[in-house]
């Protein structure tokens, strides 16, 4: 049953990627994108994951739009698109990077970088081979690995739930097992291969239930509990209270250590990262659930 509710949220969150992928074209809406994916993982009856994220060249990742968002895809962008939907909890998550000039070494690179570990998500073997293979790969196309972000073990309604998986070799002799899940998800670039926060937070997740004084903030906490399950949400998905309003709620709501924010994240040397990401079950025959 677990089993089956992971093959089903892999394959709309592969499907939506998909869909959403077509939609990458110069001039494009990012708004309008995310728009298309988030209301399609819902028609294929899943429900969202984590907002769907939209990072673009130097931004590596946890960017979304925001409210009346009014960006524009250009034609050489490396455009990030990374979906997750679930059912019943069972999360599957997938990503991969979409330039509308055409894919180039980058965006190959992280493709192989996924396809090569992928390969050896089977019983016993250890995370410092996984981290290698992917940092190996990225090394023979002659960029680097970002060595800050991470693939994740998967459970149910848990994003992160314990485990990370390196994109580079580690000393991690921890040997997965038949069953486990994982979201395998390299990013690769030219530049230093590092990222650090930059700029506001559009995605955010419940963290602990705090007594807040203003109405607004309660009901956005509950929100945060009870419709998005506990999982990441975006700004964006919150109407009916003015932005300024917003906005302050949510800083009071971080304040009080009631929600956690994801920052965006930015390679350090501004240089466009590529990221590819599919979810697996660890089995002698991997089991790749987001791949269609
Ligand atoms: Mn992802
Ligand atoms: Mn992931």
Redesign the pocket.
């Known amino acids: 049953m677990e089993t089956e509710s992971y093959k089903k949220a892999g394959k709309i969150a592969g499907q939506a990627l998909q869909h959403g992928a077509g939609f990458i074209k110069e001039g494009a809406k990012v708004l309008d994108i995310a728009n298309a994916v988030e209301n399609k993982v819902i028609a294929l009856g899943g429900r969202l994951a ?1 907002p769907v ?1 939209i990072s673009i060249n130097e931004m590596s990742a946890h960017c979304t739009p925001l409210i009346g968002d009014t960006l524009t895809i250009k034609a050489d962008d490396y455009v990030k698109l ?3 939907a679930h059912v019943n909890g069972y999360i599957g ?3 991969m990077t979409v330039r509308p000039l055409g894919k180039d070494d980058l965006i190959i690179c992280s493709e192989k970088m996924l396809e090569n570990a992928l390969k050896v998500m089977k019983p016993g073997t250890t995370i410092e081979e996984i981290g290698e293979i992917i940092e190996e790969t990225a090394k023979k196309f002659g960029f680097n690995p970002v060595r800050n972000l991470t693939g994740h073990s998967l459970n149910q309604y848990d994003l992160h739930a314990g485990m990370t998986i390196p994109n580079i070799r580690t000393s991690s002799r921890y040997q997965i097992r038949e069953g486990e899940i994982y ?1 395998i ?1 390299p990013f690769c670039t030219a530049g230093a291969g590092q990222v650090k926060d930059s700029g506001n937070a559009e995605i955010f997740r419940w963290l602990n239930d705090r007594p807040i004084r203003i109405p607004e903030g309660r009901v956005v906490l509950e929100l945060a509990r009870n419709d998005f399950s506990r999982l990441p949400f975006a700004k964006r998905w919150i109407t009916g209270i003015t932005k300024i309003k917003l906005d302050m709620i949510l800083r009071q709501l971080i304040q009080a250590n009631a929600i956690h924010p994801y920052f965006p994240l930015k390679e350090v040397t501004n240089k466009p990262v590529a990221q590819s ?1 599919h979810t697996v079950i660890v089995s002698e025959k991997p089991i790749i659930t987001t791949k269609l």
């Open positions: 984590f994220n990374d979906v997750g998550d997938t990503a979201a998800e990401e």
